[in-house]
């Protein structure tokens, strides 16, 4: 298996403690910084659009398997700590600039590796 970081996300937060447990409960501004190889494919979004961000964090533990503070194994929950910490977070773009989109509702630690960006699309995203 072979993931490429695409860009880092830049945010408030310095360490995971200081980040919301989910982005869409706050109102938190960060930016997405693409790396130049990949910023033609930033072509076709929009202000106002939301996207899911796929990142890394990378400052994450990852032999939890199990909360104690939840009474659940980790694939129960949403928690960053676990085997492979890859999350997901679902934000809104304020603006696009070049290979950088500012965006709200994030929940990444700053410098977290970016591994994807995907559209939200209504008719398939929900339950």
Do not use: W
């Amino acid at each position: 298996m072979e993931l490429r970081t695409i860009g880092f996300i830049r945010s408030p937060f310095g360490k995971p403690e200081d980040a919301p447990s989910q982005g869409k409960r706050s109102k938190a501004r960060g930016k997405v910084e693409l790396l130049d190889p990949y910023a033609e494919g930033l072509k076709g979004l929009k202000p106002g659009q939301y996207i899911y961000l796929l990142y890394f964090c990378h400052r994450a533990e990852r032999d939890a398997l199990f909360s104690e503070k939840r009474g659940k194994g980790v694939f129960a929950t949403r928690s960053p700590h676990r085997p492979n910490p890859i999350a997901i977070d679902l934000v809104r773009i304020i603006a696009i600039t070049g290979s950088c989109l500012e965006v709200e509702g994030i929940d990444a630690v700053d410098g977290s590796p970016l591994l994807d960006i995907k559209p939200f699309v209504r008719d398939i995203d929900c339950a």
